[in-house]
C-alpha cells in the first residue's frame, strides 16, 4: 500500500492557476499509475487526468484538455497537476489516486487515495 497526501489547492480567481503536488511514501512509486480525480459538492466524483508508471503516457477528461497537465517525478515520488485557465467550474476537492500497474480513467481501479485538497475558483 501507498500512502499519499495532496497539497496545492486554494482559492484563485477565473483564468489563474494553480498547481497540486502529491507526495507518495511507503510503496513502490514507480510501479503505480497515478490519477487525479475531483468531486464537487452534491456531484459524483469524476476523472480528471492519468498518467502512467514512466510518465510517457497521459490521458485527460475532455473537460480539461488543453488547460490541465499531470505530470510525475519518480525520483520525488510526487505526481503534480498543473492547472491553468481555472473556471468556477473547476471548483472541487481534489484526490489522487495510485494504481498498481496500467493506468485508468475509472476511479474503482484505484486502491489508494489522499484526503484531498480543495479548488476553488472565483468568478
Known amino acids: 500500500q501507498v500512502q499519499l497526501v495532496e497539497s496545492g489547492g486554494g482559492l484563485v480567481q477565473a483564468g489563474g492557476s494553480l498547481r497540486l503536488s502529491c507526495a507518495a511514501s511507503?510503496?513502490?512509486?514507480?510501479?503505480?499509475?497515478m490519477g487525479w480525480f475531483r468531486q464537487a459538492p452534491g456531484k459524483e466524483r469524476e476523472f480528471v487526468a492519468t498518467?502512467?508508471?514512466?510518465?510517457?503516457?497521459?490521458y485527460y477528461a475532455d473537460s480539461v484538455k488543453g488547460r490541465f497537465t499531470i505530470s510525475r517525478d519518480n525520483a520525488k515520488n510526487t505526481v503534480y497537476l498543473q492547472m491553468n485557465s481555472l473556471e468556477p467550474e473547476d471548483t472541487a476537492v481534489y484526490y489522487c489516486?495510485?494504481?498498481?500497474?496500467?493506468?485508468?480513467?475509472?476511479?474503482?481501479?484505484?486502491?489508494?487515495w489522499g484526503q484531498g485538497t480543495q479548488v476553488t475558483v472565483s468568478s
Open positions: 511507503g510503496g513502490t512509486f514507480s510501479s503505480y499509475a
Open positions: 498518467i502512467s508508471v514512466s510518465g510517457l503516457s497521459t
Open positions: 489516486g495510485a494504481k498498481y500497474g496500467s493506468s485508468s480513467r475509472h476511479g474503482s481501479q484505484y486502491n489508494n
